[in-house]
């Protein structure tokens, strides 16, 4: 047996168990043995807890600086204070754009995170009464950077005082260095499908995990705790233990799995408000009080009863379930759409009827051409791969099939589009209205669009012009000339049919017909709220709880409680400062306010931009602001249909691909619709 001690505390804390019971770790009856004295006599609690209270979590290191390691750390330094997060990339380029005002990716709320943890903060002073005025200019809640200052905006009200906050969060190169430090390193790294070689269009692609791997059991400390971020085949902890022991025999590393659960255009969202956390440890005391440090880092601000602990083949194994699932439900309903699409039935219709039983429920059950995005297509493909080579070729098909399903459905509204088109696209102009795979993101990652304009483009159309009110023009470029070939771009008025708009309006203008491939809300006929960064910020749920007019939707969180006395240095949960943020912006009934205003007056400026900086040269060469989403996406409001509709060609073809337009609304202003899981003409 073994008698290595961990260097994390025992937590007493309770932690939910897959079946709902509480476990107080440690459980094993190993555990039992360190409440035994040498001598065979029992400890008193006081002693054990003594012995057993290591130090906290003060170091955590990220590898991979993407969609996920980026996010994730963000969240866990703004959370915890306390806590030095560094994230760390092989690529140079992404760790400069985290480290400027081009972050590289954008996710709505990030930039305010992002600004807190790796900026740090300055002293403030803001008022917590409950705003009793009406809704109107935020100067008079505005908090300012002094309490005599406040006082007098504030008619003589006090203001609280909040603490300076230091830097945690950084971005660095330095990986092997950064690793040595820490004592959780996260791996969260791509994963991606194999494309070429055994298991090729299926089995997962570990060459970068493997890679980090194997310099984290290089230079990780003794005793630290590697934890697989990124979603991995089942029984990887295995493989990363024995890579462990291969490196450094003898010394001790517990392997934790905590897949992530984010979704792509709401990763702050899903982040700040998880509905569950998921850690996977061995079944052993040391693994268990790993499992409760990482649970003590989430628990800053998710609840315990939501970190679900499991042993670490069926946290790894419970991620790809969960995005099959979840891919498996789109599939569903898909399959239903054809069937409606050929009988007069409407999917919106049977979906919300389905919907209503509580044991189907009515998430997920959106018809349209299908999902995209970087994760449902791998994770899928990776079970089918893992349940072919555990000789389960049945259960493989299976699952094989929610693919096929959703090639189907894309390929069927391609098809659909040029039968209506009299089965000929030559000398026809088509708009394409979203290029990224889902809304509210820049990210196009296996995006159902591309290959519906490779389709489109192979039957010879005069133009083929694409709008996405998110993803930057000469990126999408790029991609297109990547992913199709770069004879199809028209640039400057030459080459192939495929353009890219920066405005709507153009591309939809003597167009034969539009095709809506991604759900913005901006191609929807129902009225539109303003969409910002802040709309997906905490805001608080519980008006009868809280003072405060009602502003811009909202329920002001005021007071915000505080600890530490009455007027000074007072601590203030980010959750809290971050609905207060919310409310201060959203009430102030300003449209295009974006992430980056300060209504409680603590943030730091960002980091300056050099003159060589290859974000801002490119910003001033296209005309886009916020290049690198650094901005990210502003929604203008809804499409003027009318407008559209009147500049366009006869008979004003609209295929709507994600069912967000009202038919009815669109036919009366003279548009011919033809909408996935709904019948044709
Ligand atoms: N994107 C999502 O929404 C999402 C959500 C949940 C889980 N996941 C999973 O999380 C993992 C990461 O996904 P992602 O979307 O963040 O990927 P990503 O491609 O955006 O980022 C991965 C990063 O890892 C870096 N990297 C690769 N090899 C490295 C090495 N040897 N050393 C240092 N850095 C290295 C890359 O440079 C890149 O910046 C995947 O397993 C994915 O399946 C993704
Ligand atoms: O009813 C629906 C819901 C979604 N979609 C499409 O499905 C795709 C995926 O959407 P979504 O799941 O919202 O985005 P992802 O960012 O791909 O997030 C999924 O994949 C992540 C990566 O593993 C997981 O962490 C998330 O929990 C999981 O939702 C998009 O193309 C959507 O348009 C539909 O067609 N119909």
Same mark, same amino acid.
């Given at each position: ?47 054990? %807890? ?13 590898? /991979?600086? *993407? ?44 930039? %305010? ?13 803001f008022q917590n009464e409950p705003n009793t005025k009406s809704s109107g200019s935020i100067a008079s809640d505005s908090p ?6 406040c006082?007098?905006q504030c008619d003589?009200r006090k203001g609280v ?80 233990? %024995? ?144 349940? %072919? ?11 094989? *099939? ?90 400057? /008025?030459?080459? /192939? ?37 802040v709309a997906?910020l905490p805001t608080t749920p519980e008006p009868s709880e809280k003072g405060g007019a009602g502003k811009g939707g909202l329920v002001d969180p005021r007071p915000l409680p505080l ?9 203030v949960s980010?959750n809290d400062l971050l609905a207060l943020h919310t409310y201060l912006l959203k009430g102030s009934g300003?449209?295009?306010v ?5 209504p409680l /007056? ?34 203008? *409001? ?41 019948? *044709?003409?």
């Amino acid at each position: 047996m073994s008698t290595f001690l961990s260097p994390y505390p025992v937590d007493s804390e309770e932690v939910s168990t897959l079946d709902g019971s509480i476990s107080t770790t440690p459980t094993t009856p190993e555990g039992s043995l360190y409440l035994e004295r040498s001598n065979g006599k029992p400890m008193s609690t006081t002693v054990f %807890d003594t012995m057993t209270r290591t130090p906290p979590v003060r170091n955590i290191c990220c590898v /991979g600086a *993407g969609y996920v390691g980026g996010p994730t750390a963000a969240v866990i330094a703004l959370q915890n204070p306390h806590i030095r997060v560094t994230v760390v990339d092989k690529d140079p380029n992404r760790v400069r754009r985290w480290n400027s005002q081009h972050p590289p990716i954008y996710e709505p709320g990030l930039n %305010d995170i992002l600004r807190v943890a790796r900026d740090g903060t300055r002293e403030c002073t803001f008022q917590n009464e409950p705003n009793t005025k009406s809704s109107g200019s935020i100067a008079s809640d505005s908090p300012s950077t002094s309490s005599s200052e406040c006082t007098s905006q504030c008619d003589g009200r006090k203001g609280v005082t909040l603490a300076a906050r230091q830097p945690n969060l950084i971005f660095s190169t330095d990986v092997a260095k950064c690793i040595s430090e820490a004592d959780i390193v996260m791996i969260a790294v791509n994963t991606p499908t194999k494309y070429r070689g055994n298991g090729a269009g299926s089995a997962t692609d570990m060459t970068a995990f493997e890679a980090v791997t194997s310099v984290v059991a290089q230079h990780a400390r003794p005793g630290a705790t590697i934890v697989e971020k990124s979603t991995v085949p089942c029984r990887t902890a295995q493989f990363v233990q %024995d890579t462990l022991a291969l490196h450094r025999p003898g010394v001790h590393f517990e392997v934790l799995s905590n897949p992530e659960f984010l979704a792509a255009g709401t990763a702050i969202k899903d982040l700040l408000t998880a509905d569950r956390i998921l850690i996977g440890c061995n079944p052993t005391p040391t693994g268990h009080r790993a499992c409760q440090a990482l649970a003590s880092v989430y628990s800053a601000w998710i609840p315990r009863s939501r970190i679900i602990t499991t042993n670490v083949f069926s946290s790894e194994l419970a991620k790809l379930v969960a995005n099959s699932m979840l891919a498996q439900r789109i599939s569903s309903i898909n399959s239903i759409a054809a069937v409606c699409e050929a009988t007069g039935a409407d999917v919106d219709e049977v979906a919300k009827a389905i919907g209503a039983d509580p044991r189907i429920g009515s998430k997920f059950l959106k018809a349209g051409i299908g999902f995209g995005g970087s994760c449902f297509k791998k994770d899928v493909l990776s079970l089918a791969y893992l349940a %072919d080579s555990l000789r389960l070729p049945e259960v493989a098909e299976y699952w094989r *099939g929610v693919i096929m399903m959703n090639e189907f459905a894309r390929d069927r509204f391609a098809a659909r589009v040029v039968r209506c088109l009299n089965n000929t696209l030559v000398g026809k102009k088509l708009t394409v209205l979203g290029y990224a795979f889902k809304k509210d993101t820049n990210d196009t990652r296996e995006s159902p669009a591309v290959e519906i304009i490779r389709t489109l483009v192979e039957e010879g159309p005069r133009e083929i012009a694409i709008f996405d009110p998110c993803c930057v023009p000469i990126q999408m470029e790029e991609e297109i000339s990547r992913f199709l070939s770069p004879d199809v771009l028209r640039v400057n /008025g030459k080459g /192939g049919p495929v353009v890219v708009y920066k405005d709507a309006y153009e591309a939809c203008n003597a167009s034969d017909a539009l095709l809506i491939t991604t759900e913005f809300d901006e191609f929807k006929t129902s009225p539109v709220s303003v969409t910002s960064d802040v709309a997906l910020l905490p805001t608080t749920p519980e008006p009868s709880e809280k003072g405060g007019a009602g502003k811009g939707g909202l329920v002001d969180p005021r007071p915000l409680p505080l600890k530490g006395g009455e007027q000074q240095q007072l601590a203030v949960s980010e959750n809290d400062l971050l609905a207060l943020h919310t409310y201060l912006l959203k009430g102030s009934g300003d449209p295009e306010v974006v992430s980056g205003k300060d209504p409680l /007056g603590r943030l730091n400026p960002m980091p300056e931009c050099g003159e060589e900086c290859p974000d801002c040269h490119l910003q001033k060469m296209t005309g886009v602001a916020g290049y690198g989403a650094s901005q990210g996406h502003v929604s203008k *409001g809804r499409f003027d249909w009318r407008r559209i509709h009147y500049h366009m060609r006869k008979p004003h073809w609209l295929f709507d691909g994600r069912r967000v337009v009202d038919i009815g609304t669109m036919e009366k202003l003279g548009f011919r619709v033809e909408s996935v899981g709904r019948q *044709g003409r």
